[in-house]
């Protein structure tokens, strides 16, 4: 691949050098014949450099495969599942990688994704997987020291440096994390107290990053005290300097304190249980575990009910490993960031995964465990494509990344996909999980407190309409962000179309699904 994208390049930089149009000038083919000396002169140098660049590459290209072709297995399977390792290799290829192909870096990249072959970290990546670092601090509320020292929660991963602390402190004060900016700048001095040798900046720079981070924060006093100190140390540093102006100046920071946002306070707080389901009121009656029914009698399945208004429960081993990898394997080149729907669909950092859509028609096992929904649920899945209304959409089979979540939500949406316009509306979500998540990564329900670990091969079922067929806003619900392992899940939602009559509504205004389970077994007859 190398070569291929050398000698495209290098083709084009020579027809760069007589595509003149010398036919338009008597005088430009005079000169192109009588300088040919010089121009063959201007050639050599252009295949020195290229031949410069080249050897750097071979020895690079050379060196790589071999701590490639030595590598511990491992790093390809649990070391990854640790939010440093993450980091670490996103920085290292994209570090190692982007200075040797220098200018060739997005021809190359091209290339490579244009095959579907090859993933290569870039500089945004970077830039990313810090943000993620800084909301896994603040959804987990855990130490940036304890952080940079490998330790999540326990579960210990390679320690940071110096630097990367100040980089990820860097990053959360440009997100206007502050108090998460200090702590990581405390942490950068404690690691090059301790064990680094050399650093991106010096003490006294990091300090007025903090108190720039105070000052912002509300506490000019503290920022004060800070200048005070740094301004002797290091008077022409850049920071001291940014942060005397904003004192000097009198900059003021739009700071109030507000009261937490209560959704996002208590997504937190359910995001930070230990990984096991959570419901806040285990005692009601109504809450049981029970085999659930088909519509073929002989099929039932395991169900748990988490919750009774909204319907919430929770229906174990769904599909099969077997169905499970091959969901995966059928979307593993064809993942795409995910995005948020409204007018329109965009990539927002509120949902940090990829995607990719499987229809029914395109696997006979996908196609089976659509029916298996159906017999599960009581509802209606056929897909009536391309022309006819439908009763459920494709599945989206989701890998969640480095700290990879989905704040909180519902689910119908503003702008549904053109075939499902005419459909209704999303009724129900029945959202399979394809892998075990170790720690974080857990689905919850701030408005009502429930909180569902991801079990493999599991489902979680909900209807996202009361009996009265009102959006039931108490169905907000946000994937945590995954602090150690990895996260896959496969959601189907189903559609209104072909299940006002299969879902019906409630004989009185507080019935519940519960209540209208029997009336729909026996057909609303008395």
């Known amino acids: ?64 495969l071999r701590d490639v072709k030595f590598r511990d297995d491992s790093l390809e399977g649990h070391d990854l599942y640790h939010p440093n390792t993450m980091y670490l290799a996103i920085q290292k290829f994209a570090n190692d990688y982007s200075p040797v192909l220098g200018n060739n870096l997005q021809n190359f ?31 987990f509320k855990m130490s940036a020291l304890d952080m940079a020292r490998g330790d999540y929660l326990g579960f210990q991963g390679p320690p940071l440096k110096s630097n990367d602390a100040i980089l990820i402190g860097a990053r959360a004060f440009s997100e206007e994390h502050f108090n998460e900016c200090i702590e990581w700048m405390n942490a950068s001095i404690t690691l090059y107290n301790s064990t680094d040798s050399t650093s991106l900046a010096t003490i006294p720079e990091i300090t007025a990053v903090m108190g720039r981070a105070y000052l912002r924060l509300g506490d000019r006093a503290r920022a004060e005290q800070i200048y005070d100190e740094v301004k002797l140390l290091e008077p022409a540093g850049d920071e001291v300097g940014a942060l005397g102006h904003e004192l000097n100046n009198q900059v003021e920071f739009e700071f109030e304190f507000e009261p937490p946002d209560e959704t996002f306070q208590n997504y937190s707080r359910l995001c930070r249980l230990e990984n096991r389901h959570h419901i806040p009121d285990p005692n009601n009656p109504r809450l049981v575990c029970r085999y659930r029914e088909t519509l073929l009698p002989y099929y039932r399945f395991k169900e748990e009910i988490l919750s009774v208004a909204p319907f919430v429960s929770v229906i174990y081993n769904v599909i099969s490993d077997a169905e499970g990898d091959h969901l995966k394997g059928f979307v593993s080149d064809k993942l795409q960031r995910g995005q948020i729907q409204g007018i329109k669909a965009i990539a927002s950092d509120i949902r940090t995964s990829d995607l990719a859509w499987i229809g029914d028609q395109m696997s006979g096992q996908v196609s089976n465990i659509s029916k298996r929904i159906g017999y599960i649920t009581g509802l209606d899945t056929s897909q009536r494509k391309p022309d006819g209304l439908t009763s459920a959409e494709d599945f989206q089979v989701v890998n969640y990344g480095l700290g990879g979540r989905y704040e909180p939500h519902t689910d119908p949406v ?113």
């Open 1 to 64: 691949m190398y070569c291929v994208s050398v000698t495209v390049l290098t083709l084009s930089a020579l027809l760069s050098l007589t595509s003149s149009e010398m036919f338009t000038s008597s005088n430009k083919v005079q000169r192109m014949v009588m300088d040919e000396e010089r121009m063959l002169g201007e050639l050599k140098l252009f295949i020195d450099q290229k031949y410069d660049w080249l050897k750097k590459m071979s020895i690079f290209y050379f060196d790589r």
């Open 414 to 526: 503003m702008n549904p996909p053109p075939w499902v316009k005419r459909s209704g509306h999303r009724l129900a979500t029945f959202l399979i999980y394809l892998s075990d998540v170790q720690r974080g990564g857990s689905t919850v329900f701030p408005k009502i407190g429930i909180a569902v670990a991801p079990v493999k091969n599991m489902a979680l079922f909900w209807y996202n309409f009361d009996p009265a067929y009102e959006v039931d806003l108490l169905t907000k619900h946000g994937g945590c962000p995954v602090l150690y392992g990895h996260k896959w899940i496969c959601t189907k939602w189903i559609w209104t179309y072909g299940n006002t009559l299969r879902r019906r509504c409630g004989l009185t205004p507080e019935a519940t699904q519960l209540d209208i389970e029997p009336d729909i077994k026996r057909g609303y007859k008395s």
């Open 109 to 139: 990249l091209n290339i490579q994704r244009e095959s579907g072959q090859i993933f290569l970290a870039d500089k945004d990546d970077i830039a990313g997987a810090r943000k993620s670092l800084v909301i896994l601090q603040v959804v």
